[in-house]
């Protein structure tokens, strides 16, 4: 199951090559693609080329928190209707993204031809930039976690609330055993306090700990990417459909989604010159 970014055919040894994160949770409603599109602005902000692939396919939302109405999705690159330059648009905060379109039933299962395609579409993009964020469903299904497996790093996005956590729990350990993937970031969103997001991972790495390892049998860590308060910043911004990090750079949100753009870009490895 696990295809990482770097097995992909594209792009040859020594190329630029972005670094593929896979921004996903357990359970939805808790923030995923507001964290997407929020930290992609950081990214750019930083200098970088970003771009954000809508890889929820079938029940996307990307394009409304970015407030975009495409003519072109990854739907009709996958068809045939449309070229992949096409379908890439600049997003408001200075990266670009790929829409996907929503309500689309044949993309809600793993075939062999959502599998060629989103690899394809994954290895050509890779060249193109410095970080390439796939906006997963929530969840553990087989589309999500093909997604996933593209990546070179997660991030899981929880809340300190309980369903959340067991959510992201369920998801850890599936990434764990099926990806073998030892070291994963977590970002609490929504937290009450400072410091909330430290002891929602601890509890969460307490239980990976006890129940968790990959086969091989090595210990799974969980890196806290950072937490984002609860703001009503947030809530002004996503009802007006605005980027928080364009519309109110001054709030707490925005400033905890700048400190973890720093930490991605931190373990990130640096791109490599064209």
Do not use: C
Not at 136 to 154: F, H, K, R
Request: hydrophobic share 45%; charged share 20%.
């Amino acid at each position: 199951m696990n295809t990482p970014a770097s097995s992909l055919s594209l792009p040859l040894p020594g190329a630029r090559r972005a670094w593929v994160l896979a921004v996903t949770s357990g359970k939805g409603g808790v923030g995923k693609t507001f964290v997407s599109a929020n930290v992609a602005a950081a990214l750019a902000r930083r200098g970088h080329r970003v771009l954000v692939l809508d890889a929820d396919l079938g029940l996307a939302n990307l394009d409304v928190v970015l407030n975009l109405y495409p003519k072109i999705t990854l739907h009709d690159v996958f068809t045939g209707k449309a070229t992949l330059d096409e379908a890439v648009l600049k997003a408001p905060g200075g990266f670009s993204v790929l829409l996907a379109g929503s309500g689309l039933v044949e993309y809600s299962r793993l075939t062999p031809e959502v599998r060629e395609q989103l690899q394809r579409v994954v290895a050509t993009l890779i060249p193109r930039y410095d970080y390439v964020l796939l906006d997963t469903g929530a969840g553990i299904s087989d589309v999500v976690l093909y997604a996933i497996s593209l990546a070179d790093d997660v991030l899981v996005v929880a809340t300190p609330e309980p369903t959340s956590l067991t959510d992201a729990y369920a998801t850890i350990k599936v990434l764990a055993t099926q990806q073998r993937r030892r070291v994963l970031h977590v970002a609490v969103n929504q937290v009450g306090k400072p410091g909330d997001g430290k002891v929602v991972t601890h509890q969460l790495q307490q239980v990976v700990d006890r129940f968790v390892t990959t086969p091989q049998g090595e210990p799974v860590k969980l890196m806290l990417a950072g937490d984002i308060p609860s703001d009503a910043a947030v809530r002004e911004a996503l009802q007006r459909r605005q980027l928080l990090f364009e519309s109110l750079p001054g709030s707490a949100a925005a400033q905890a989604i700048a400190a973890l753009a720093a930490r991605i870009e931190a373990a990130a490895p640096a791109p490599v010159a064209s």
